[in-house]
């Protein structure tokens, strides 16, 4: 059995849309506008080389996009599983996700 690859990618986004994930209980699956994407120290970026259009979509826990509208600018971490999904961390450390509403 192959390990995953240990990863992590600073993101920042333009939610376009949302809606329940299909698969994982508790979280959205969003659509954003990648604004930019940078590594993080010390962790592989398998995210920014594999953007292959202006859009993104990945996983986010619904708590942490409580009253957060269209058109938010959010700075996440996020990574690429082994599924080939992207997922937001999931508990952040404070800093490492915010939002700004428009």
């Known amino acids: 059995m192959v ?7 600073a993101l920042v986004l333009r939610l376009v849309s ?3 994930h299909p698969r994982l209980r508790d979280w959205d699956l969003v659509t954003c ?16 080389p ?6 993104l979509s990945l996983g986010i826990r619904r708590e942490l996009l409580h009253n957060v509208a269209l ?9 690429l599983g082994s599924s080939g ?3 937001a961390e999931p508990y952040p450390d404070p800093g490492d996700f915010r ?3 428009r």
């Open 3 to 9: 390990k995953p690859v240990e990863n992590l990618t």
């Open 18 to 20: 949302r809606s329940v």
């Open 33 to 48: 506008e990648v604004v930019a994407s940078t590594p993080v120290s010390g962790m592989d970026d398998l995210i920014s």
């Open 50 to 55: 594999n953007l292959t259009g202006p859009c």
């Open 71 to 79: 058109g938010a600018t959010l700075h996440l971490r996020a990574k």
């Open 85 to 87: 999904d992207i997922l």
């Open 99 to 101: 939002v700004e509403q």
